[in-house]
């Protein structure tokens, strides 16, 4: 995409997104896989399913030091997310390529032929604290698991309780992932976890 805009006196009238489906109707057809445009207002694009990135341009003694750095990289399966990185790691006269918010065992991190030339930075900004302990979710695998809990704040939380996923019975498992049901027990725990460290864990981490 080279150049696309709206005069100010024909605005909000669906311009812009009549042209973009007619791009996006017509580069199948001549061979176009992938859709690139420098956004002057980056806020419009993402709407339209742009990759969210761009480039600072630098040199230094006629060298490139230029970086493409990506606000948000989201894939729905890891095919897409190595097309993804291929794209972004393979942009020509870029030295670094810096992303933002990604997780800690993000796909990058497997797919670089050579690790040590990655520099992560790991932070956080988000604090999350579980109110309803029996409160459903979904697994990525079987599991059937007594947890002793510990809970200072919320004593309705604390105490023994059994994690047990439908898939732990024979039940059918859905695409989306195993269906789990938590109820108060008093068999033996299998392990002991304070409440915060169940909050780590339903956000996934390891």
Do not use: K
């Not at 419009?44 to 040199?59: D, K, S």
């Not at 956080?124 to 579980?130: A, E, Q, S």
């Not at 809990?149 to 695409?175: F, H, K, Q, S």
């Not at 989306?176 to 109820?183: I, L, M, N, R, T």
Request: with cysteine; hydrophobic share 45%.
């Amino acid at each position: 995409m080279t150049w696309v805009g709206v005069r100010p006196d024909h605005r909000r009238r669906g311009l812009l997104r009549s042209m973009l489906a007619t791009h996006f109707e017509r580069s199948p057809s001549r061979g176009e896989a992938v859709s690139a445009l420098f956004a002057a207002e980056s806020g419009i694009y993402g709407r339209f399913g742009y990759v969210l990135f761009r480039r600072a341009e630098r040199w230094d003694a006629g060298r490139a030091t230029e970086a493409v750095r990506a606000r948000e990289l989201c894939a729905v399966d890891a095919r897409a997310a190595r097309r993804l990185w291929t794209f972004l790691l393979d942009l020509d006269l870029m030295a670094t390529v810096e992303a933002a918010r990604l997780p800690v065992d993000d796909a990058v991190l497997t797919l670089l032929v050579d690790q040590r030339q990655v520099r992560p930075r790991v932070s956080d900004n988000i604090g999350l604290r579980l109110l309803d302990v029996p409160a459903a979710r979904r697994y990525a695998a079987p599991l059937d698991v007594v947890l002793d809990v510990t809970n200072d704040l919320l004593p309705a939380n604390a105490g023994r309780w059994r994690l047990r996923t439908a898939a732990a019975g024979g039940a059918e498992v859905a695409a989306d992932g195993y269906p789990a049901e938590v109820v108060r027990t008093s068999e033996p725990a299998d392990l002991a976890v304070d409440v915060r460290d169940l909050a780590a864990a339903y956000l996934g981490r390891c």
